[in-house]
């Protein structure tokens, strides 16, 4: 939540440049432009909805991305267990496809509005995230599971 609240305060000047807002001063006085303290308050209470708005989403783009992936691994640990070699290496290739149109999604939400996060950041916490294929990957060899259940997992994993 932390990084989350940090990324946003990192777009606030993307976003008060777009909007023409003015942002507070680190003392923790309002600028003054000549329209007042009610409208320096409103402007504020904006800036502030949209922390808000860009720490919610940019948590839930990097869990969500992060939960997905580990569930790809488990699935393609899975695979290797209970397929051929030949049938393996096909679930892996069609994981591989669509998580290359989910990353590239993923980063584009990363980067637009209302998130705008930096490319170079964008692109870290994307890989990040993605890594955790490889936990999923480990639990799904760790663990013992019966054909029923493995039946079922594919079937979720397929959609």
Same mark, same amino acid.
């Given at each position: ?68 992936? &580990?569930?790809? #691994?488990?699935? !393609?640990?899975? @695979?290797?267990?209970?397929? *051929?070699?030949? $049938? /393996? ?43 955790? &294929?490889?936990? #999923?990957?480990? !639990?799904?060899? @760790?663990?013992?599971?019966? *054909?029923?259940? $493995? /039946? ?8």
């Amino acid at each position: 939540h932390e990084e989350a609240t940090s990324l946003a305060k990192e777009g606030k000047d993307a976003y008060a440049d777009q909007k023409g807002v003015e942002l507070a001063d680190p003392k923790g006085g309002l600028s003054k432009n000549g329209n007042g303290a009610e409208s320096d308050r409103a402007r504020q209470q904006t800036l502030e909805a949209h922390y808000a708005l860009v720490a919610r989403s940019t948590s839930a783009v990097l869990v969500g991305d992060f939960l997905h992936n &580990v569930t790809d #691994g488990f699935i !393609i640990a899975i @695979a290797f267990q209970f397929c *051929s070699g030949s $049938f /393996a290496w096909s679930i892996t290739g069609g994981v591989i496809a669509h998580e290359l149109a989910q990353e590239v999604s993923d980063f584009i939400i990363l980067t637009t509005s209302p998130i705008n996060m930096p490319v170079a950041k964008a692109l870290a916490l994307n890989f990040l995230s993605g890594t955790s &294929v490889i936990v #999923g990957g480990l !639990i799904g060899t @760790a663990i013992d599971i019966g *054909s029923t259940a $493995f /039946a079922v997992l594919l079937a979720i994993g397929a959609g």
